[in-house]
């Protein structure tokens, strides 16, 4: 079992539309949760991070953890064209240098 | 803002041969982190280093060995290079503080024929 799964998708929505993609893991150890977009032969670009439950908004994201039940959510509002990538989530923990270990990445399509 | 700068951006070797692949942090990082991306797949977690030294290891081959040097640039060099090692290598640096931010280089396309 990997350590972060993820739905690789593909995920096709209209322009506009409300996106939710999710990611579980399964270590409890203190670690920090994060999102990731990249773009086609682009290096992985850092969206959100967090460490505590409950959610974070930033603009039109808001990145969702549930510790209890190991699910981390990443919401999309007004989705657009632009936000068309692959959004990998990430758990990140300390082990003298931080660890990142990542999703399989879920491939985001936003129709015009 | 000056980001993490990778070279070269693309690279050939055949079968066998030797291959070395560069980062050049952000400004006033410390850390360095090398991923791994194959076609389709999530980056993998190779080496890092933090001040000089190698921080932590991941599913970095034996085949494969990196350094930090004093102005904090990184390399990576690959030998007896194998079909399988074609692939994305990104570089990540990060400030030792707040390892938990890193960004991400253009990484380097490796195609190994």
């Known amino acids: 079992q990997k350590e972060v799964e993820q739905d690789p998708g593909p995920l096709s929505v209209p322009e506009g539309a409300i996106v939710s993609l999710n990611c579980t893991y399964s270590n409890s150890a203190f670690q920090y949760f994060m999102w990731y977009r990249q773009y086609s032969r682009k290096g992985p670009e850092l969206l959100m991070y967090?460490?505590?439950?409950g959610n974070k908004e930033d603009g039109r994201f808001t990145a969702q953890v549930d510790k209890s039940s190991k699910y981390i959510s990443l919401f999309i509002r007004d989705s657009q064209p632009s936000d068309s990538a692959t959004y990998l989530c990430a758990r990140s923990y300390n082990t003298g240098g931080f660890k990142t270990i990542f999703g399989a990445g879920t491939r985001l399509f936003v129709k015009a | 803002a000056a980001g993490v700068i990778q070279s070269p951006r693309h690279l050939i070797k055949e079968k066998r041969e030797t291959a070395t692949l560069k980062c050049y942090p952000i400004p006033r990082h410390d850390t360095v982190y090398w991923y791994q991306q194959g076609p389709g797949q999530d980056p993998q977690f190779l080496i890092s280093f933090y001040e000089k030294m190698q921080s932590d290891k991941g599913s970095i081959p034996d085949r494969f060995s990196a350094q930090q040097f004093s102005d904090y640039h990184s390399e990576l060099n690959m030998s007896s290079l194998e079909l399988g090692d074609s692939a994305l290598y990104f570089c990540?640096?990060?400030?030792?503080?707040?390892?938990?931010?890193?960004?991400f280089g253009p990484g380097t396309r490796l195609t190994v024929l």
């Open positions: 990540a640096s990060s400030s030792g503080t707040s390892g938990v931010t890193q960004f």
């Open positions: 967090t460490y505590s439950s």
